[in-house]
């Protein structure tokens, strides 16, 4: 970064100082405010881009293997993984709604307490559920199938399913070089390698090439022809996101999340107090989660990735700390918050700039989480510069089941 | 002491003198680029000399730090026989590093500190506690993650 300015910033100079030369091209009062873009700010805007390729997860040694894919995408839409034959993982994570399913809290197969996040771009994430309680792609996707209150068909049921049926069963030879097994010695290992096939084929859900990626690409590149083409009120919606707002304090990098686990006094849903334990409970469970990266079912338990657990703070400060959630996509997924609390982002940028209900957590004290106070014109430019970070879906051949066989 | 020849046959292999440059420079940068700081513990017992991570302190990255102590008034000798805790607290959010830093005392006595992990941007304030017992002494240094 610090040798790339320069030069950024000497295309900047030549491109304005030929900018008479050609005829605009975009609005000029864009053109206008990303002329005047200081250091500063296009240093930070940089820092949210480019979605470079996620980090290899050694712990799962079929992450990028295409037979593995195959076969996580058949169960990821196959119903036959709920105890009720009516649910499959798409049931909360829909292609129609960007991999989340729209409501508050999700109802497959009773009441359950947390909101469904999309999974696009999943990948990227460190640790997985709102309390981080998993460490891995594959350790999350077994959980809902072990779940009673999710789809609850269980380790043994996946293994005898994945016997039985003569397709699933010759797919996951294809992936893993040896034929399933629902012998109560083997069923275990069956099942954890059908919940790592489906990882591969949830890592491969990636959505990039926003608007916003657009823009940023094109100031790296100092063509501020191209720049100037990103929406007037996004860019300054932008500047109060990596400014004065300062929602990139948690909202950083370019995932749009930190990673890791906050609160911001969001009122539960039905009102009180905090009753979630959050991130304080789920490093516990992280912990004793016998499918954890350092565990006896990982392909690497003394990777530098698996120990990481090995590391982690637990402290009375975390008590209600939920993941930052990524933003890329996040028009496209509401409602929002670990409850679905909040039915559009106009809500969640009025509760950032009022506090409105807030209770009182252990964390992030007052001098941080102030109330924004943003005018009408704020919040409207928050909210066009957020809906420019819809990505482009993943191919269309991995958004949908696979044909059935003839 | 290298022949005028062989210096010559050196030079006519430009991609290998190319090569060499760009390796040896880039090494030479990396090593030059760990700023080392000096800090004063706040007792006034130590200097603790703290090489910074290499590319500087980031966002969102096990980071590592070398850091050798030293008696106020003697910085040639590392003091041996010390413990060293170091933390990191964000005193604007009321919060610390959500892991604890990896410690390795080395043969020379400094210290090898890994897997320093600041998540947020903003102020951080590292500590540094050097034991000696039965005493305790505190440097701290503050550090703006961009």
């Known amino acids: ?406 | 002491m290298p022949k005028p020849r062989s210096l010559l046959r050196l030079c006519a292999s430009s991609v290998a003198v190319v090569g060499l440059a760009l390796a040896s420079g880039s090494s030479m940068r990396a090593e030059d680029a760990r700023t080392e700081k000096s800090v004063n513990s706040n007792g006034g017992r130590y200097v603790l000399h703290v090489k910074e991570p290499e590319g500087g302190f980031v966002r969102g990255k096990p980071l590592s730090l070398e850091v050798r102590v030293t008696r106020a008034g003697d910085p040639s000798a590392t003091v041996p026989g010390l413990g060293l805790v170091v933390d990191a607290d964000m005193p604007e959010h009321l919060h610390g590093t959500n892991r604890v830093p990896r410690i390795q005392r080395r043969a020379d006595g400094s210290f090898l500190v890994e897997n320093l992990y600041l998540h947020m941007p903003g102020w951080w304030e590292l500590f540094l506690d050097v034991v000696e017992s039965p005493w305790t002494e505190r440097a701290q240094m503050r550090v703006e993650i961009e």
């Open chain 1, 1 to 406: 970064m610090t040798l790339a300015l320069p030069f950024l910033f000497a295309a900047l100079a030549a491109q304005v100082a030929g900018a008479g030369d050609v005829a605009p091209k975009a609005a000029e009062p864009a053109r206008r405010l990303v002329d005047q873009l200081d250091a500063t700010q296009v240093q930070r805007i940089l820092r949210h881009g480019p979605l470079e390729p996620a980090p290899p997860d050694p712990t799962n040694r079929v992450a990028t293997s295409d037979a593995a894919a195959h076969l996580g995408q058949r169960l990821f839409y196959d119903t036959r993984l709920s105890l009720d034959g009516n649910h499959s993982c798409t049931s909360c994570h829909m292609t129609s709604r960007a991999f989340a399913d729209g409501l508050d809290l999700p109802v497959p197969a009773g009441a359950s307490e947390r909101h469904s996040p999309t999974i696009l771009n999943a990948v990227y994430q460190r640790w997985f559920f709102w309390d981080g309680r998993a460490d891995s792609l594959w350790s999350q996707a077994l959980q809902p199938i072990e779940n009673p209150r999710e789809l609850g068909i269980g380790r043994a049921g996946l293994a005898r399913l994945l016997v039985e049926d003569t397709r699933l069963a010759a797919e996951y030879r294809a992936a893993f070089d040896e034929a399933p097994s629902a012998a109560p010695e083997d069923s275990d290992r069956t099942a954890v390698n059908a919940a790592k096939a489906i990882a591969a084929y949830e890592a491969r859900l990636v959505s990039a090439d926003s608007a916003f990626d657009r823009f940023a690409a094109a100031l790296r590149a100092g063509d501020l022809d191209a720049a100037a083409r990103y929406p007037e009120d996004a860019l300054r919606g932008l500047l109060l996101f990596t400014g004065r707002a300062n929602c990139r304090s948690c909202h950083a990098g370019p995932l749009f999340s930190d990673g890791e686990f906050h609160t911001i006094g969001m009122p539960p849903k039905g009102g009180g107090k905090l009753r979630d334990s959050g991130r304080f409970r789920g490093i516990e469970l992280l912990r004793a989660d016998p499918f954890r990266g350092s565990g006896p079912w990982s392909d690497a338990p003394d990777s530098e990735r698996a120990r990481e657990v090995e590391s982690l703070v637990q402290s009375p400060e975390q008590w209600g700390q939920v993941r930052t959630p990524s933003l890329r996509n996040v028009a496209r997924t509401a409602p929002y918050m670990s409850q679905g609390q909040m039915a559009s982002l106009r809500d969640v940028l009025h509760y950032y700039s009022t506090l409105d209900g807030a209770v009182a957590a252990g964390h992030h004290g007052e001098q941080v989480l102030k109330p924004l106070a943003l005018s009408d014109g704020e919040r409207a430019d928050l909210e066009a510069f957020l809906r420019t970070l819809d990505g482009v879906d993943p191919p269309a051949a991995l958004m949908k089941p696979l044909p059935k066989a003839r």
